[in-house]
Every structure is written in C-alpha cells, then in structure tokens.
C-alpha cells in the first residue's frame, strides 16, 4: 500500500484489566510526544490507568494512526472495533514477541524515527464480514480479523454444523466445532486444531472440523475469499465466537453468513519484519532443544 499522509496524531488502546502498564505507556506516549505526534488516549484505559482519555469512538475519528500496546489480542480487538474507520494499526508488545504486535518496547524510538521518513510497509489483512440471520428473521452483523468458530457451549458436548458455499450444500461437520480462519488468523486456533499456515497476506478462508466425530476423513479446507459461506447448527446447541471476543448463541434454523469484507485491515509493520522469521521464533522451528 502507499504510505500515510500524515503522522501527526496517534490514537492509543492498552491492554485491558492491566493498570500496571501506566509506566509503560508513559514512557511510549513521551517518546511519540518528542518527535512531534500528539497521543489520544481510548477512554477505557484511561480510566484503567487514572489518566485523562476520550471516547473510542472520538479517538478513530480524530487519529492518523491507532496504537495497542499490549499483546496480540489487545491488537486484534483494536482492529475489529475500529474497522470502520479503516485507519492503520501497529502493535507495540508489552509481552512476549507476537505474530501481530511486533514492536518491542525498546524499539519503539528507532521505529519512530523510521516512521516518520517513510521507512515502514503496511500489510492489508483480510478481514471477514458475516452475520446471523436468526430464526424470527433478526439479523446480528459483526466483523472479525482472526477466526469465527461454532462450538458447543458446554464441555464435552458436540455439534452438527452443515456448510455451504455459494448456496450449495457441501458438507457437514459432526464434532467439537468448526473454525473458519483467515490468514492472519491460521496461527491461532486453527493451528492448534491442525489446520495449515498460510501467508498473512493471501485471500483465502481456512475451514477446520475440531475433533470430528467420524469415520469419514474431515481435513480442512482452503477456499478462495470471493466465496460466501453459509452455516447451521443442526439439533445441538451451539455459539458462535467471532475472534475469541464476542459470542453469540445460535439455536437451530439460525444461518452464519460469512464473506471477505471489502477492505482489509491494515496493520503497520518496520520495513525488514519476515513472517517466517516471526513463525521460526515463535514456533520453534528447527530448534533442536523443542
């Protein structure tokens, strides 16, 4: 993509239930206040941390950029709820290295100065955009950024999820539950459930069955973003949780729609960040002491 127009405010969201990250802050928002960038503060973590803050809503609007600080999913809770204003995001990772917040603490002054003359990539991240159509003909729209996934809401209980692409019936998924990822996304659960990796930047669903209870050889499916999917639960009861963040109870004759949105996200990146370096550091691979 092109580089930004302007660098000269920056909207700011920390990790949640954590008021010990004032001092980190304080130390991000005065390296951001020396080279020239105003800082706003979300109203939530301002009243977290006793500082003075403006609605979340304000922020966006205000904001050339937006920051989390924190961890990936305080990154990826940014993302989702500031889509609609489609200004870029970096993640500044209070913790360990993640797969989205890739700027340390310490390296938040040198990728300042590098900001500031150009020196950075932003990557545009699929997103996906679907809703619910309930039963009574209600309809819940919602926008997520790593995965939506139907489960049962209790351990240890399965569910039927029939699935259709583009209106035909293609399978259907006794088990677990099912995830439908994004490429930004094949990191998370869906790796876990042994979906594959795929590059960030490709335009692609993942569907993966968790745990399928049959015989019959249920692997996942890679299908091009311009598909829509279609889902039902059938006889068991069943949630649907959008990025691990938001859950919605589907009950049968519900219909999850789910497509690629039209504009991705956007995440802002230093120039040299490598995926498959962040994938070798983070999965350990060919580390022969894992």
């Not at 939530?44 to 937006?66: R, Y």
């Not at 209790?154 to 990822?181: C, Q, W």
């Not at 979906?195 to 069955?209: V, W």
């Not at 519900?254 to 983070?282: C, M, P, Q, W």
């Amino acid at each position: 993509m092109t580089q930004m127009a302007q660098l000269k405010k920056a909207g700011f969201v920390l990790k949640p239930d954590a008021p010990e990250i004032r001092p980190v802050y304080e130390q991000i928002r005065d390296a951001f206040e020396s080279r020239g960038i105003a800082v706003l503060l979300s109203e939530k973590s301002a009243n977290m941390t006793g500082l003075e803050g403006i609605a979340f809503e304000s922020m966006c609007e205000e904001a050339d950029f937006l920051v989390s600080i924190g961890g990936d999913g305080t990154l990826l809770s940014l993302v989702r709820r500031s889509y609609g204003y489609h200004k870029p995001v970096v993640g500044i990772n209070a913790g360990n290295l993640g797969f989205l917040a890739d700027i340390t603490i310490e390296e938040t002054g040198t990728f300042l100065d590098r900001l500031l003359v150009g020196d950075y990539r932003i990557d545009d991240r699929m997103m996906i955009e679907g809703y619910i159509r309930k039963k009574s003909g209600s309809k819940i729209s919602f926008f997520a950024f790593n995965d939506v996934v139907i489960t049962s809401p209790e351990p240890s209980k399965m569910v039927k999820v029939n699935a259709s692409i583009d209106g035909e019936r293609f399978n259907s998924y006794t088990g677990d539950g099912l995830i439908i990822s994004t490429p930004t996304g094949s990191t998370a659960y869906n790796l876990s459930a042994g979906g594959p990796i795929l590059y960030p930047l490709t335009q692609a669903f993942i569907i993966t069955p968790v745990l399928a209870h049959s015989l019959a050889n249920q692997r996942p499916l890679v299908v091009p973003a311009d598909f829509g999917i279609e889902l039902d639960a059938e006889k068991y009861r069943a949630i649907a949780s959008i990025d691990g963040q938001e859950v919605y109870e589907l009950e049968e004759g519900d219909v999850l729609y789910i497509a690629g949105a039209k504009k991705g996200a956007t995440l802002i990146h230093r120039k040299e960040h490598n995926y498959f370096s962040v994938l070798r550091e983070k999965l350990h691979w060919g580390d022969r002491n894992w």
